[in-house]
Every structure is written in C-alpha cells, then in structure tokens.
C-alpha cells in the first residue's frame, strides 16, 4: 500500500490549477504528491472565457482581450465599455501545458494515468485505489463530479448546455476588439437560449450557443441553430469550421459536499461555478490561489457569499419556472447598471450597497417574491 503527503484526483482545470498555485507557493516541498487522471490533458477540448480587473495568474497565455461587448435581444442592441474590467479567452492546450510544465519540477510528484475508485474517508486521511492497488493520502483533493439528477434537487437546478464553432470567413466579419457576450436573437422556447461570438480578428472567431434547460438537443440540432445564426447575423459568404467543442455545466445552488474529513472537493464538483451563469475559470483560479496560501490549514471553501447563493437561488427558479425569460433579465442588468457593477456582482466580489442597487432595477415583484421563498427554504 502506497501513501502520500498529498492526492489530488482529476487532472483538469481544477486539479491543475491547484498543483499549479501550491507550487508557487512553495508548498509542495518535500511532499510525496499524487496525480490522479486517466488521462494526460493535453487537447484543445474546453475554451475558458472570464473577466478580470488587471492581472491574472495566467496572464502570458491569454489568446485575446476585449474592453467592449455587445449584447442583444429582440428590442435592444447594447454597447458596453467594461470600464476596470477586461473580457479574456484562455484555450485548455496553453493552460495544460503551462501548468504541466510548472508542476513537472516537482521532486515529489508522482503521475498515475487511471481512474481512482472506492474513495473514502478514514481517521488516516483519504483511502482509494488505483489500478486495483490501495493508496492512502494524509489529504486528498477531488475534482471528480457529483451526478446529479435535476428531478431529484430540490434546489433550483438548469444545466447549461453548449456547443461552439472555431470559424474562419472567407471575407472580413468580425470586429476583434468587440466581444458579443450574449445575443438572445434566436426562438428562445421557454428556455433560455443565446449566441456568443468571441472574435481573434477580422475573419476568425468563436461562435458559440449555450441553452439554459434540462432537455439536451442533439449534435445535428446544436449546429443547425450556428449555421443559422451566422448566415443571419454574420456572414453570407463562405466559411470553414476549423474546431467544435461542447460541454454541459451544471447550474444550481445545491450544496455540494465539499469536505468529507481530509477528503476536499473542487472545481465543478465543489460548486465553483457561478450557479447563475456558469462562469467557472476566474473562481477556480481565486479559489485554489486561497488554498494555496493557507495550506495546510483549509480556509473556508465556501465558493460564493451566501447571499449571493440566495440571489442565484432567485434567478435560477425564475427561470426554470419561466416566470422571467433570460433574455430582458440579463440584457435588463446591463441596460440598467454600469457593466462593472454587474460583472463584479456576477464575479461574487460587489458590495451589499453594489448589490442593493443593481436589485433596484430588476422586476421587483417577482424578484422579491422567489426571493422570500427562497429564504424560507
């Protein structure tokens, strides 16, 4: 039976970033360490999009910045500046490979390409195995998922399903100093549904479409509603499909178990994205830099204020109950407020006064109505 000082299992976005921010800290140091994936990463199989004020840890593999976004429905065409804020695009093969590369300097470190099963907890630490052998780690990380069935949360709960297209024109489309955040023109079905277009130049960008529901279209259906988006809004000249990427994000304000005896959860899995809208990237990062600096004492792993779990709470049952459509709710919050205050709102970083007044301009009836409902529960 092998032990460890440290297992983290899963390799991805979450793991990494937490080997990446404890190295750089000087906390690995004479650690035995554990990394656990089936896999190495290194494809270019997620494109992570967030908004920061200045300068991220990851800064030098930044793909492309916007200070200005669009966003549109069917009776608004927004322009916003982001003020303090800038809109970035980091693509998975230059984050795993940055990050792989740092960690590779670590003398303790130990890679194991398979699953890890029978996770538990025991007064030792966290016992699992691996490749039907038994290990034993002082402190695990997981970033493994928790399955979930909609039917069966009773919190608000919409997956957020999505499929993207990398494209090229053959004729100058694109605006690469503008971004479009959110563009709802398209049936919304009594769901939630809308494009984003995140442009590199003048004839390159991602078009993607995300649908807040729990029913999942087909491939064929997914990419019909691009083609027909781009012919309508973009170009009606010819275009090549260089890459496709998809992907489903759970959004609910369950409380996830995040910590089971020295056993921690991270990442999807530890509830880190943002249950209203999905973002996961810049809370990970903020997340893993705080474990990273305490460690090994645990700070709180709470990843969003609970008041901010109530208003996501609020939203998500609007939604899902269809009693607000998603395209006058967010376009409405950045007609209505300056685009900084939303974006530090939906960062989870606005004050209660912040806060307080972005709510002012909501629909005050059935805002305040879930919200009381969903305080008692």
Same mark, same amino acid.
């Given at each position: 039976?092998?032990?460890?000082? !440290?297992?983290?299992?899963? /390799? &991805?976005?979450?793991?990494?970033?937490?080997?990446?921010?404890?190295?750089?800290? /000087?906390?690995?140091?004479?650690?035995?360490?554990?990394?656990?994936?089936?896999?190495?990463?290194?494809?270019?199989?997620?494109?992570?999009?967030?908004?920061?004020?200045?300068?991220?840890?990851?800064?030098?593999?930044?793909?492309?910045?916007?200070?200005?976004?669009?966003?549109?429905?069917?009776?608004?065409?927004?322009?916003?500046?982001? &003020?303090?804020?800038?809109?970035?695009?980091?693509?998975?093969?230059?984050?795993?490979?940055?990050?792989?590369?740092?960690?590779?300097?670590?003398?303790?470190?130990?890679?194991?390409?398979?699953?890890?099963?029978?996770?538990?907890?025991?007064?030792?630490?966290?016992?699992?195995?691996?490749? &039907?052998?038994?290990?034993?780690?002082?402190?695990?990380?997981? @970033? !493994?998922?928790?399955?979930?069935?909609?039917?069966?949360?009773?919190?608000?709960?919409?997956?957020?399903?999505?499929?993207?297209?990398?494209?090229? %024109?053959?004729?100058?489309?694109?605006?690469?100093?503008?971004?479009? $955040?959110?563009?709802?023109?398209? #049936?919304?079905?009594?769901?939630?549904?809308?494009?984003?277009?995140?442009?590199?130049?003048?004839?390159?960008?991602?078009?993607?479409?995300?649908?807040? @529901?729990?029913?999942?279209? +087909? %491939?064929?259906?997914?990419?019909?509603?691009?083609? +027909?988006?781009?012919?309508?809004?973009?170009?009606? /000249?010819?275009?090549?499909?260089?890459?496709?990427?998809?992907?489903?994000?759970?959004? %609910?304000?369950? @409380?996830?178990?995040?910590?089971?005896?020295?056993?921690?959860?991270?990442?999807?899995? /530890?509830?880190? *994205?943002?249950?209203?809208?999905?973002?996961?990237?810049? =809370?990970?990062?903020?997340?893993?830099?705080?474990?990273?600096?305490?460690?090994?004492?645990? #700070?709180? $792993?709470?990843?969003?204020?609970?008041?901010?779990? $109530?208003?996501?709470?609020?939203?998500?049952?609007?939604?899902?109950?269809?009693?607000?459509?998603?395209?006058?709710?967010?376009?409405?919050?950045?007609?209505?407020?300056?685009?900084?205050?939303?974006?530090?709102?939906? =960062?989870?970083?606005?004050?209660?006064? +912040?806060?307080?007044? $972005?709510?002012?301009?909501?629909?005050?009836?059935?805002?305040?109505?879930?919200? *009381?409902?969903?305080?008692?529960?």
């Amino acid at each position: 039976m092998k032990s460890y000082d !440290l297992a983290v299992i899963g /390799g &991805g976005l979450a793991g990494l970033s937490l080997l990446y921010h404890l190295h750089r800290a /000087g906390k690995l140091a004479g650690q035995r360490v554990l990394l656990v994936d089936p896999e190495r990463k290194q494809a270019n199989d997620r494109t992570w999009s967030f908004w920061e004020a200045g300068s991220g840890p990851f800064e030098d593999i930044v793909l492309q910045r916007w200070k200005g976004v669009t966003l549109h429905n069917a009776g608004a065409n927004l322009t916003c500046d982001l &003020g303090a804020f800038t809109y970035k695009l980091i693509r998975s093969t230059h984050f795993y490979a940055k990050t792989q590369e740092a960690i590779a300097d670590v003398a303790g470190l130990e890679r194991r390409y398979a699953r890890a099963t029978d996770i538990r907890t025991i007064p030792e630490g966290v016992r699992f195995a691996v490749d &039907g052998e038994t290990v034993v780690a002082k402190q695990a990380f997981s @970033s !493994l998922p928790h399955p979930l069935d909609h039917r069966a949360v009773k919190a608000p709960y919409l997956d957020q399903h999505f499929r993207g297209w990398y494209v090229e %024109t053959e004729e100058d489309t694109f605006d690469p100093a503008v971004a479009t $955040l959110m563009d709802f023109r398209t #049936p919304q079905l009594g769901q939630t549904r809308f494009f984003y277009v995140l442009p590199f130049s003048e004839r390159r960008a991602m078009v993607e479409i995300a649908i807040f @529901s729990n029913d999942h279209l +087909e %491939t064929q259906e997914y990419d019909r509603l691009l083609g +027909e988006y781009v012919a309508a809004y973009w170009t009606k /000249g010819g275009y090549r499909i260089e890459h496709t990427e998809a992907g489903n994000i759970p959004m %609910t304000t369950y @409380s996830f178990p995040r910590r089971e005896g020295k056993l921690i959860h991270i990442g999807l899995g /530890g509830g880190d *994205a943002r249950p209203s809208t999905g973002y996961t990237f810049y =809370n990970v990062q903020r997340k893993m830099m705080q474990i990273a600096e305490a460690y090994p004492r645990l #700070p709180d $792993l709470s990843p969003w204020p609970e008041r901010h779990l $109530l208003y996501d709470a609020t939203l998500l049952r609007l939604l899902q109950n269809g009693v607000l459509p998603g395209d006058q709710v967010f376009v409405g919050l950045f007609r209505n407020n300056p685009p900084e205050r939303v974006l530090a709102f939906l =960062n989870g970083e606005s004050s209660l006064v +912040e806060e307080l007044r $972005l709510m002012s301009t909501v629909p005050l009836a059935p805002f305040a109505s879930t919200f *009381a409902k969903e305080l008692l529960r």
